[in-house]
Nanobody
């Protein structure tokens, strides 16, 4: 089972930027499609972005309006989420998740523990 550890969260002013990282270990990282999710207090978990195992396909939530970018570096076993023009509504715990197989199908093998992002105004 792949192990995932998120980092890079913290407190940021509205309009600022953060880059989250999700480091993988235990299994070959290049075999996994990687997702970023977030969950704010009192809200349902929301899929933020997805990147294919090869890095050639990506998906973004329409609500992000181009502010977030997902990327990966398979040599470093890490997936990133660049977050720009942050808003207070972006405040949430951000999680990464991994799965193999056909794009956008099948169960997630594992989830990270999450990293807190707090956007102040």
């Amino acid at each position: 089972q792949v192990q995932l550890v998120e980092s890079g969260g913290g407190l940021v002013q509205a309009g600022g930027s953060l880059r989250l990282s999700c480091a993988a270990s235990g299994r070959p990282f290049s075999r996994y499609h990687m997702d970023w999710f977030r969950q704010a207090p009192g809200k349902e978990r929301e899929r933020v972005a997805v990147i294919s195992a090869s890095g050639t396909r990506t998906y973004y939530s329409d609500s992000l309006k181009g502010r977030f970018t997902i990327s990966r570096d398979n040599a470093k076993n890490t997936v990133y989420l660049q977050m720009n023009s942050l808003k207070s509504e972006d405040t949430a715990v951000y999680y990464c998740a991994a799965r193999t197989g056909v794009w956008n199908m099948g169960p997630y093998e594992n989830w990270g523990q999450g990293t807190q992002v707090t956007v102040s105004s």
